[in-house]
């Protein structure tokens, strides 16, 4: 069930009342309770993947314990082998399998050669990439005695299927979140009306912004030959924003779900638009996906004293595979190249002392516009397609279209554009762009606030569109 | 008993003010006092919003048509003429006879619904999913009105969209860039109405029901869209007429009152032939999609100004029907149950017809 939805808005009330009067005094019945909301959350998209979710899970809890309970360095690396096995076997299968099916098919073709394999028929499950990643972080830090293994099965279940962050992140660590799990919670009210407040922004950028630029876009991505340079350039931009807006939206539901139930999550966007370089940026955006592969892959790499040549190539490694993480086409693989290709220029290119030196906020624009640019090779499916969209900004439309952007739906969703990047804008220094308000000394100021916020989302959530990042 | 009222208003404005501390109750309270304001704030707004706009017709049959999974390769749209002037059933019959493919059409007529309207209707429609059957689309050739809001025979908006129609039409007709300064700022005046009236969450429109113009419900079009009259007449019946165009005599909607805002939203101009120019790029564009549009001329339907832009329609897209020569069975008094509207056998009449007509013209064009 998607957040925006009617069903969500009678599952999270059930679960919240049921969480905090009947379950409240046992922590184990409030973790059960927990498992068993997150696996009809998880199960109402479609049940047959919670049976892989489980089957996956149970493997990592018994691996985990194993691990621990053996002092076998042989042992402990083989179990580990296993858990990665499975989980990235699983992860590789039902995403890539295809791709490289198909590519290898291509290849060989290349050589004359016919082969008689073909592709399967396979539906990714929801939230399989993000899972997959938080149960590997726990049965890798039990491997590196980060921390113990957990011996509670609610209390693992509850971690990996948790539901306000199982399908779209933020990608919680074990050492963050389940530690959590095993500490009795209590209502707090100011973090409960954080959580609320960091609802209703998640659903204005997501229902209002996200679902705004994303009917703009997508009738400039169907048929650019029809748009002129700017208006291509222009959905490039909104392409962005609409990204943005969802993802970090989604987010901040998840948070703020999270913190109604007593949990806190990581972050997982700091203003990415306002970096003043690409390396700043990539910190900001998707940060719980980019320390995961800082944490788990870059130190494969990176042993400690390096060549800044060498360090940028190990930090380009993480941009290429965070690009194939997002999904199995070419596409993909290009924005991570590319990417991959803009960081290790930023670090070549400058000191850290420079970068401190150079930062100004005039800065914001090229890199945004850099980062937007490299996220439009991702709108479509085949690359050929992206680079007709590039080529297009450099040719005349075929068709004398109304100006887009004058339309009445485009002015007003560059109207809510500019309410969100004020906001945030306001509150760069603090944690979420709604922080600002509580600077507000008139409570009836936010109340207002609150109330029209309401009505635009009510009014904006005749189009839904499905979270963006489901695909991945 | 009044210090326990003043004690609990202090209670719970201090709740608003958010003056308690961490506990379950308060939070609580204080949600359901902001949705309250939220809920009473839409209901004022509501209220004093000058204007409801929204076509419950199109809504609830679009809705019809989602729910029930129909996918009818044939729609019909227009406006109350097509609404209670044909018959999709038996429209239907007449067509597949003889095939053995059994095609469904569909009536997505509407009350008072304008040409521009029923662009607008099959441009949003269309890009819903269940479309995909759809091959053939007929709209209804709402000829030029008099912008006289006299004209109009409901205080009722019947727009799909109401204000944004209109501010749509107003950058078809001249592009924003061609408006000048009063009128870019009449538009933008009119804009911000719309705003405003949509963030107000009125979903519906209060209906002034007209004496002849009950509106169906839900149940009515559950086989095809179709509504017909049974000669409920609280008119005079039509006059035969040996010219057809006396028609349009408006003195039978005398007393009506129409709000302010129909004002602004009925003064379209006539149709002209920029429209036709808009009109052959949308056929041309559809027909890419391989789907066919064909204008339709009822009866009474025309004039010397839409007489004079029929030459300029692409070949093959339209039927007409308003020739009282070629079909004076249409013309007779005893189909009509007010003055353009048939009653239940005009429907018959005027749908076989329209069935005949259409196979001619499928055949020719081979579509």
Known sequence: MLFQSFEFAIFFPIVFGLYWTIFKNNIVHQNAFLVISSFIFYGWWDWRFLGLMIVTAGIDFWVANQITATESKQKRKSLLILSLITNLGTLGFFKYFNFFIENFIGIVRLFGIAPRIETLNIILPVGISFYTLQALSYTIDVYNRKIPSCKNVFTYFGYISFFPQLVAGPIERAGHLLPQFSKQRYFNRAIATEGMRRILLGLFMKVVVADGCGRIADQIYAHPENFTGYELIAGIILFAIQVYADFAGYSEIAIGTASLLGFKLMRNFAFPFFSTDIAMLWRRWHISLTSWFRDYFFVLFDKGKTTRVRFAFNVSLIYLLSGCWHGATWNYVAWGLLNAMFVAIHILNSSPQQQIKRASNWRMIPTFLMFACSLSITRYTELGDSIRYYASIFSMPRTYQDPILLQPDALLSLFMICILFALEWNSRFKHYGLAIITEWKSPWLRICFYVIISMIILHSSGHQKPFFYFKF | ?367
């Open chain 2, 1 to 367: 008993m009044q210090q326990k009222i003043t004690y609990r208003a202090k209670y719970i404005f201090a709740t608003l003010k958010g003056d308690h501390s961490n506990k379950m109750k308060g939070f609580l309270l204080r949600c359901t006092m902001i949705v309250l304001i939220f809920l009473i704030a839409r209901a004022v707004l509501e209220c004093i919003t000058p204007y409801h706009h929204g076509n419950l017709e199109i809504q609830t049959k679009t809705n019809i048509l989602t729910k029930n999974k129909l996918k009818p390769d044939l729609l019909i749209t227009g406006s109350s003429k097509i609404l209670r002037g044909v018959k999709s059933e038996l429209f239907d019959s007449i067509r597949n006879a003889g095939k053995r493919d059994y095609f469904q059409s569909f009536n997505m007529g509407s009350a008072g619904a304008l040409i521009g309207e029923n662009k607008y209707l099959i441009r949003n429609y269309l890009n819903e999913s269940f479309t995909d059957s759809c091959k053939t689309i007929f709209v209804e050739w709402v000829n030029s009105y008099d912008p006289n809001p006299a004209q109009q025979y409901t205080e009722r908006a019947t727009y799909w969209m109401g204000l944004s129609e209109y501010l749509e039409y107003m950058e078809m007709e001249a592009r924003m860039s061609f408006l000048s300064i009063p009128e870019r700022m009449k538009f933008m005046w009119l804009y911000t109405q719309m705003f405003l009236i949509n963030i107000s969450g009125v979903s519906r429109f209060k209906e002034q029901l007209v004496k002849w113009n009950d509106r169906p419900t839900e149940s009515w079009f559950d086989k095809g869209g179709y509504m017909a009259y049974q000669g409920h007449a609280p008119y005079l019946p039509a006059e035969k007429v040996e010219n057809p165009l006396a028609y349009f005599d408006t003195s039978f909607i005398n007393g009506q009152k129409v709000r302010a805002i129909e004002l602004h939203e009925k003064k379209f101009e006539f149709v002209n032939k920029a429209d036709i120019r808009q009109w052959n790029e949308m056929i041309n564009t559809f027909h890419e999609k391989g789907i066919h549009i064909i204008l339709l001329i009822m009866p009474l339907g025309l004039d010397d100004r839409v007489a004079s832009l029929i030459p300029h329609i692409q070949e093959g897209h339209l039927i007409d029907l308003s020739d009282p020569r070629l079909f004076p069975d249409l013309y007779d008094k005893e189909i009509y149950f007010d003055k353009i509207h048939f009653n239940d056998e005009g429907a018959r009449r005027f749908t076989r017809q329209l069935a005949q007509e259409w196979l001619k013209s499928s055949k020719r064009c081979k579509y």
